[in-house]
C-alpha cells in the first residue's frame, strides 16, 4: 500500500550527526516532491525543508542551511535527512511528508511517515 | 520566517462550531492561496484536513470548512464531535520555496 517508512529512534551525543530514512512505496517515488517536517516534544510542527526525488534539487528553511542536507536514493525509493552539529534544542521527532500533487510543486502533505524520534542528550 | 500565529486553545460541545484562527503577513497567508490546515492527535502523524484555503482531500468531512481574509485564514468546525478533539496547525507558502507552520491549537470538545 502508499506508505513511507521511516528508520528506528535515534539518540546522539550534542556535536554529532545524524541520518534518517523514509522509504516509499506503492506509488511512483520520483513523482512526488518529499518534505522533512519536525515537532519537538510538546511543540508544534517545523517545516525543514523539501527534496525532488527526480533530479535530487533541494530547498532548506533558512534555520537549517549549513547544517541539513537532504538525499535521495532512486533505486530504493528513499530519502534521507541528515542534520549535523547537533544541540539538545534538535531533540524531536522528524517527519518526512509526500506532496499532494504528482509531478508538481505543491505546499501540502498528504502523506505522512510515523516520524523519527531523534534525541541529543550527553 | 516567524510562525503563523494561532490561539492555544478553542473548545465547544459536541455539535456546536468552533473556528480557528490563522494570521500572518502579506508574506505568506496574505500573499498566497496555498493555506492548508492539519489534524493531529497524541502520538500521531499530522493528517491534511484543508489545503488551497478550503479544499478539502478526499474522505474529509464536509464539517471541516476553510476560508482567507487578508492575512488570516480560518478553519471552521461544525457539528463536532468527540473524534475532533485534537491539536489544529494551519501552515502557508511563503514565498522563495520558504514555508511556515501556525503555533498549533488545541480543541477540546466539553
Redesign the interface.
Known amino acids: 500500500q502508499v506508505q513511507l517508512v521511516q528508520s528506528g529512534a535515534e539518540v546522539k551525543k550534542p556535536g554529532a550527526s545524524v541520518k534518517v530514512s523514509c522509504k516509499a512505496s506503492g506509488y511512483t517515488f520520483t513523482s512526488y516532491y518529499m ?1 522533512w ?1 519536525r515537532q519537538a516534544p510538546g511543540q ?4 525543514m525543508g ?1 527534496i525532488n526525488p527526480s533530479g535530487g534539487s533541494t ?1 532548506y ?3 537549517f542551511q549549513g547544517r541539513v542536507t537532504m538525499t535521495r536514493d532512486t533505486s530504493t525509493s528513499t530519502v534521507y535527512m541528515e542534520l549535523s552539529s547537533l544541540r539538545s534544542e534538535d531533540t524531536a521527532v522528524y ?1 518526512c ?1 509526500r506532496s ?1 500533487s504528482p509531478m508538481r510543486l ?5 502523506l ?4 523519527t524520534l531523534v534525541t541529543v542528550s550527553s | ?1 516567524s ?1 503563523l500565529t494561532q490561539p492555544p486553545s478553542a473548545s465547544g460541545s459536541p455539535g456546536q462550531s468552533v473556528t480557528i484562527s490563522c494570521t500572518g503577513t502579506s508574506s505568506d497567508v496574505g500573499g498566497y492561496n ?1 493555506v ?1 490546515w ?1 489534524q ?1 492527535h497524541p502520538g500521531k ?4 484536513m484543508i ?2 484555503v478550503s479544499k478539502r ?1 478526499s474522505g474529509v468531512p464536509d464539517r471541516f470548512s476553510g476560508s482567507k481574509s487578508g492575512n488570516t485564514a480560518s478553519l471552521t468546525v461544525s457539528g463536532l464531535q468527540a473524534e475532533d478533539e485534537a491539536d489544529y ?1 494551519c ?3 511563503a514565498g522563495s ?8 491549537t488545541k480543541v477540546t470538545v466539553l
Open positions: 518534505h517536517v508544534g510542527l517545523e517545516w523539501i530547498s528553511a533558512q534555520k517527519y511528508a499532494y505543491d505546499w501540502y502533505f498528504d505522512w511517515g510515523r516520524g | 520566517q510562525a496555498y492548508s492539519y493531529q502523524a499530522p493528517k491534511l489545503y488551497e482531500p496547525y501552515s502557508s507558502y520555496n520558504n514555508f511556515v507552520f501556525g503555533t498549533g
